[in-house]
């Protein structure tokens, strides 16, 4: 049974261990490391800078195996009604068996209901088509009136897809 609990430090080794190339980190994380491959430290000091942070939750899924998955909520505006996922990702050997639906089902239950959102975004590269159907599969659909943002990533444009889900 998979489940959810506050990300700890210890967690961030296992966490980046799963970021098998360049490729793979820059659609996970975008452009918020400068440099690839980062550490756990490297991880854990940039979630050390949301510390006092009220609006900002990275969790951690677990199962009778151990760790197999990761996000971060966080909330994007002052009144604490929208809040984005980030940083979602899920243990290779686990990949395409559902724990990353699972996982984010998990959240957006917990997002809706404890901590009252009105409203869950994200952001996904056009050319991560696994995790833009698993988004899909959960409900989250293109969010209206959003401004196409394009990143430079490797050499390449990549657009980024806005996507929203509501209770």
Not at 125 to 140: D, K
Request: proline share 3%; charged share 30%.
């Amino acid at each position: 049974m998979l489940r959810l609990r506050p990300y700890k430090v210890c967690d961030a080794e296992t966490i980046v261990s799963w970021i098998g190339d360049e490729r793979a980190f820059r659609q996970w994380s975008a452009d918020r490391f400068p440099a690839y491959p980062i550490t756990g430290d490297d991880l854990n000091r940039y979630y050390e800078s949301f510390a006092q942070n009220d609006s900002f939750y990275p969790m951690t899924a677990f199962d009778e195996s151990g760790v197999v998955g990761h996000l971060i909520l966080r909330f994007t505006d002052e009144k604490k009604s929208v809040l984005r996922f980030g940083f979602v990702i899920v243990k290779r050997e686990k990949r395409g068996k559902g724990y990353g639906k699972e996982m984010l089902a998990l959240a957006a239950r917990y997002a809706f209901d404890i901590l009252k959102a009105e409203k869950i975004t994200l952001g996904v590269f056009e050319n991560n088509e696994a995790a833009e159907r698993c988004y899909r599969s959960l409900g989250f659909r293109d969010a209206a009136g959003k401004k196409e943002t394009v990143y430079s990533m490797l050499g390449e444009d990549w657009k980024c897809l806005e996507l929203e889900l509501l209770p």
